[in-house]
């Protein structure tokens, strides 16, 4: 029940340090015990030109870390720098340190630079094992960690050197390498991570290190809501790094118990190195059952399609241009004021959480019933009338290789005749719309690689709510009316067409079709 509150910190290795005894032997049942400091607040401290982190905790149970303000850490004899850091990997002795039941809210993190690893939150669960005085052993953190991580800022994240790695948000297992934790059957448990704002911008060199927008690695029970996550950098190159990514995951493949993303807005600039998420898909035990690549999932609509997360995800806007900083120490990166952007991607477009309900500043989030803002400011963003966005093809769909590799070109569907069209649709604007209409072409690729439009249709959207997402059907297999039945290579040469079908499709061209495009 320590409280750390409204303190000005400026000149040391550490702003504020706060650690707890660990696990001992209880003498009474011969078993080991957790001995963690408890319910300790770190609150509303300004914290400046420190040396390693600007709040450090270890083996603290349910720590309350909120509305700090730190900025300018860089490290001179670690080469590590972090905003705030919550466990650690074991030095020369002792055994690291873990945590249970943190709440991480409403901090601002900025000018952080170093040459190995800069982070603006750095949480590492370094789990241990200890030989029981009766039997077997006893593995800690024995409780779920049950952590919070919402409306936080960070920004200005660099390294000054190029093989350097540098994270907004990082949440680990420990780990030997990047992908291989040092216990392979440890997963940490029950993770919020939500409107959080991060913004990665060009420090300046050539990063080969690893660069993630939010990296979580060996977790169950995620929830990653309503994140702004930007990395601006046109100069991170991806050929010797294990990812460059906006959101990095680790786990098993994402469903309710497991990994749950949505309502996140990313833009990443005009890089093409850098990736919507970077996937390594694990069975329970960890055993990797998909190491993946970097790049394998480029865009948002390849993780959208394998993973059947982020539907109500929304990228390619620059939304970095709605924010703005004041010139005075400390400086705060906000969602500006005056006026209000117009037609911003973050406002409304977020889930609304029951875990809060106030921002980074304490404004009311959702008010007057509508959706949260993304990102960790609310604000009164100006709205279209009438805005309606088509945001991807929901069906026909599946996950497409990344160029240059083999099924890049196209997604390749197996199903059967005819077949329906789908589309998600968005209503970002202020009213109610009816009776919309939407058109849809669907081109074929002739022999010579360009298209020749072969069905159009229209249909009417009935109602979409403001702020509501929807998928539409063109009721294309319902046997009424028109319907989409493909042609296949040999139907279209039968037509008087001249294809010469790939060889790796030629046994089967009776029942495959060229390249469909859907517009």
Request: glycine share 8%.
């Amino acid at each position: 029940n320590n409280k750390f509150i409204g303190n000005e910190i400026t000149g040391f290795g550490y702003g504020i340090a706060s650690m707890g005894i660990g696990v001992l032997i209880n003498p009474r049942t011969f078993r080991y015990d957790r001995y963690y400091n408890l319910n300790n607040v770190i609150s509303n401290n300004i914290i400046y030109d420190v040396e390693k982190a600007g709040i450090f905790v270890g083996f603290e149970e349910n720590p309350e870390i909120s509305g700090n303000r730190i900025y300018n850490v860089k490290s001179v004899n670690t080469d590590e720098s972090y905003g705030i850091q919550a466990g650690d990997y074991p030095v020369t002795y002792g055994r690291g340190y873990n945590n249970i039941g943190i709440k991480l809210y409403n901090n601002e993190i900025s000018g952080l630079v170093d040459s190995k690893t800069t982070a603006g939150i750095y949480i590492l669960q370094n789990g241990e094992q200890f030989p029981s005085p009766l039997e077997g052993y006893q593995f800690f953190p024995n409780i779920a960690e049950n952590f919070k991580v919402y409306n936080n800022i960070v920004w200005g994240i660099k390294n000054n050197d190029v093989n350097g790695s540098r994270y907004g948000i990082n949440i680990s297992t420990a780990r030997t390498t990047s992908f291989n934790p040092k216990f392979s059957d440890y997963f940490g448990q029950n993770l919020l991570v939500a409107n959080n704002t991060i913004v990665i911008g060009d420090d300046g060199i050539n990063n080969n290190g690893n660069q993630a927008g939010l990296s979580i690695l060996n977790f169950n029970g995620v929830k990653v809501y309503n994140n702004a996550i930007a990395i601006t950098d046109n100069a991170v190159n991806n050929s010797n790094s294990d990812f460059d990514a906006a959101i990095v995951y680790q786990g098993r493949f994402p469903s309710a118990n497991t990994f749950v993303s949505d309502n996140n807005a990313f833009w990443l600039g005009n890089n093409q190195n850098l990736s919507h998420f970077r996937f390594v898909e694990t069975y329970k035990n960890d055993q990797a059952i998909e190491a993946g690549y970097n790049n394998q999932y480029k865009s948002l609509l390849q993780w959208q399609l394998w993973t059947k997360n982020d539907f109500n995800s929304i990228t390619g806007f620059n939304f970095t241009n709605d924010f703005t900083t004041n010139t005075d120490l400390p400086q705060y990166l906000r969602v500006k004021n005056n006026p209000t952007p117009l037609g911003s991607v973050l406002n409304n477009r977020g889930k609304v959480l029951t875990d809060f309900t106030t921002d980074i500043d304490g404004n009311v989030r959702g008010d007057g019933g509508y959706p949260y803002d993304i990102g960790a400011s609310e604000f009164l963003g100006r709205m279209y009338v009438r805005d309606l966005q088509p945001l991807f093809i929901v069906s026909p769909g599946n996950y497409y290789q990344t160029a240059p590799r083999q099924f890049s070109e196209a997604e390749y569907v197996m199903t059967t005749a005819p077949v329906d069209v789908v589309a998600r649709i968005h209503n970002p604007g202020s009213m109610l719309a009816v009776n919309v209409p939407m058109h849809l072409t669907i081109d074929v690729q002739k022999e010579d690689g360009s298209y020749e439009t072969m069905f159009t249709y229209n249909k009417n959207i009935e109602r979409i709510e403001s702020f509501e997402f929807q998928n539409m059907s063109f009721n294309l297999a319902d046997g009424q009316g028109e319907e989409f039945v493909p042609k296949t290579y040999y139907e279209l040469n039968q037509m008087g067409y001249n294809y010469n079908v790939p060889l790796q499709f030629q046994a089967m061209k009776e029942n495959v079709t060229p390249v469909y495009r859907l517009t």
